[in-house]
């Protein structure tokens, strides 16, 4: 059992140990297993393949185990990590602790984008992105994206209103569900109802691979999904009798059976259910 701090309370020993951990798994090539199967999993919800990640209820479960296995990948180098969460609603400034020098380093340079601060910029020799799919291979950050289609953060009160709703998702259980938490909080924007928001809403603010497939690419995916797994705890927390939907795959025969994951419906890579995820209360706590 360990705890999952706020990035903000972490110590000055704390950031750096992480920092290292994260450092010596991309060395030894494990990282960027990680970015490739993200890159895997994020299916569109209009391609015919299963898609237990994202536009789908299973997002919440799926994202925790990604991050469990992440993590101990992490405590595999260094027993003391975990994953600490990045409060959006809280920490909106682009001169925020998280950005600074001693922990992910700040924005992208004026023209190319390039994060030419902290442990991860590129002159460092110790980060390189893109492997194997573009030549551009410095992480790249864009906050706010300014110009003709900037982006804000997600506000508390955004958080609140999905946190408010009593069903975790509903029908047609993709990236077009109207109404339940799951979609209110990944954030899919849905035409004449609402815009992008939540969960996508901070990728798109980050900007550079945070906006795409290969997010975690940018360290700062790892921050952002343990609040969003936070955010699901406090959604389970204040409606206790809520269940996990669809509780089945749908009975249709079509597309839905191979890419909607029912409580009880082995997810891939791990083959592992929803129903297993829901609980993490013996192996980690949010603090
Ligand atoms: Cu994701």
Known sequence: MYTRKNQRDLTRTEKRRLVDAILKLKRSGRYDEFV???REYYVMDTENRPRPAHMTSS???WHRRYLLEFERALQ????GVSVPYWDWTKDRSTTSSLWAEDFLGGNG????RRVTTGPFAYATGNWSV??????QNWLTRNFGRPGNNPVSLPTADDVARALKDPVYDTEPWNSISTEGFRNRIEGWGIHRVRTVGNHNRVHQWVGGPMAGAASPEDPVFWLHHSFIDLLWDRWRKAHPKAAYLPGRKPASPG???AYVFGLDDPM???NVTPRK?????KIYRYA
């Open 255 to 257: 597309r839905d059976r």
């Open 268 to 270: 891939p890579p791990w």
């Open 277 to 281: 995820l829901l609980d993490h209360s």
């Open 130 to 135: 893109g492997r194997g799919v573009t030549d």
């Open 36 to 38: 490739v199967m993200h």
């Open 109 to 112: 340079r004026a023209g190319d």
């Open 59 to 61: 997002f919440f479960p």
């Open 76 to 79: 595999a180098v260094d027993p």
